[in-house]
Nanobody, 124 residues
């Protein structure tokens, strides 16, 4: 069992930055691929970014490439999402998730463990 707790969300103006954190507890964090997903009101949950268990492989949805960066610190059992040049369309609840897939995944069905989410609101 893995417990995930996100933090760092908030209200920011367009063009601003936020850094989300996801602290994990439970089974060995370094064994898991980690991912960030988001869900805006009235829409389906969307993949944002993923990072492999070692941190050596990352993958992003096209809409955030060049603006967002996912990273992890296995010593601190934490995964991060640095979000720069934020746009109003980035407004959503952001969720972190853990998967037993070793090399990253954009498929929500690959993720067995989910956090409760943190709200990100970008004003225009």
């Amino acid at each position: 069992q893995v417990q995930l707790v996100e933090s760092g969300g908030g209200l920011v103006q367009a063009g601003g930055s936020l850094r989300l954190s996801c602290a994990a507890s439970g089974r060995t964090f370094s064994m898991y691929t980690m991912g960030w997903f988001r869900q805006a009101p009235g829409t389906a949950r969307e993949f944002v970014a993923t990072i492999s268990w070692s941190g050596g492989s990352t993958y992003y949805v096209d809409s955030v490439k060049g603006r967002f960066a996912i990273s992890r610190d296995n010593a601190k059992n934490t995964v991060y999402l640095q979000m720069n040049s934020l746009k109003p369309e980035d407004t959503a609840i952001y969720y972190c998730a853990a998967s037993g897939v070793r090399f990253g995944s954009s498929r929500s069905n690959d993720y067995a463990y989910w956090g409760q989410g943190t709200q990100v609101t970008v004003s225009s």
